[in-house]
């Protein structure tokens, strides 16, 4: 049994004409006698009573014509599910982040990809900033939203698209001796006390942080270290040090706590996504288009 002897089969069976379902099937009258009677043969069942003046269906006829309109019905949706599973309408996208990428373009781009997209299942998973690469290499996450530091061994393996550059600036508690100041500069906190992000969760921040100041001539008085960027700011509000962070978390606390810029234009740091280079699943493609729509879009 062929398909297209089915399909011969539903057109007859909608028509109860031969002549006329072979016109809709673009096909000779003989054919499409020859595939109902060689599917009659098959099955051992006469599926139309013919005569000269009208065709009509059997009682199996009618029984099978109610089934094979199920498979026809079940056959055009597979193929619509395909379709829409190779255009990246359907299926699920794993991406990882840290902390300080819910005040990037993390939840707008979400947002419009669950608009664009919204049979597509998203798990998005919190990991410490030193496993989303490994995670991503791994397989276990598609897409990675880290900090590029553009690092060759994971440029051969991976796709990197920048989406923001971000200036650090240095949270201090409202009433700081430093608050007044317009910009500062890292020789300017030489003595200041410090709380950062600890380096079993953050060691790209961590060590930038640390290197910088060493590069300026001194070794930050690390007073105590926090496990989360929400952690860190309250740390500041409660006057316990000064930090580092990101522009873009700069309006939190913003009643206890006051943003000065740095002068150094050298500290900055550039927010990203990453993906494997094998992985061109359409999901994947599809939110890389989104994060570049948003990159354009001040």
């Known amino acids: 049994m062929e398909l297209q002897q089915l399909k011969y089969f539903v057109e007859v069976a909608n028509y109860l004409h031969f002549g006329r379902a072979a016109e809709s099937l673009h096909a000779s ?48 949706r597979g193929i619509d599910e395909a379709t829409r599973a190779e255009g990246g309408r359907r299926g699920r996208l794993v991406i990882g982040y840290f902390g300080i990428m819910l005040y990037s373009i993390l939840p707008g781009a979400v947002r419009l990809y669950r608009e664009r997209y919204p049979e597509v299942e998203i798990v998005l998973q919190e990991l410490a900033s030193h496993q989303l690469e490994q995670k991503v290499q791994q397989g276990d996450i598609d897409i990675g ?52 992000l600890n380096r079993n969760d953050s060691p790209l921040l961590f060590d930038f942080f640390v290197l910088s100041c060493r590069q300026v001539g001194f070794s930050p ?20 040090g000064i930090a580092f ?14 943003y000065v810029p740095m002068a150094e234009s050298m500290l ?22 989104i994060v570049r729509s948003f990159r354009l879009t001040p």
């Open 145 to 196: 939203f880290s900090v590029y530091l553009n690092d060759r061994h994971s440029e051969l393996s991976m796709n990197w698209l920048t989406f923001s550059t971000e200036s650090i600036v240095i949270a201090l508690p409202k009433h700081h001796h430093l608050s007044g100041h317009k910009g500062l500069y890292l020789s300017d906190l030489a003595k200041e006390s410090f709380v950062l």
């Open 221 to 240: 008085n690390i007073v105590q270290t926090a496990a989360s960027d929400q952690a860190l700011i309250g740390l500041v509000a409660a006057g316990v």
């Open 268 to 289: 900055e740091i550039k927010l990203a996504i990453c993906w494997l280079r094998n992985n061109e699943t359409a999901q994947v493609e599809n939110f890389a288009e």
């Open 245 to 258: 962070v990101p522009s873009c978390m700069s309006k939190l606390f913003d009643s206890d706590i006051t």
């Open 29 to 76: 009258q003989q054919t499409v006698s020859h595939q109902i009677a060689q599917l009659e043969g098959e099955l051992g069942v006469q599926l139309f009573k013919r005569t000269t003046r009208k065709v009509e269906l059997t009682f199996a006829g009618e029984a099978m014509l109610e089934e094979v309109k199920l498979v026809f019905m079940h056959l055009q």
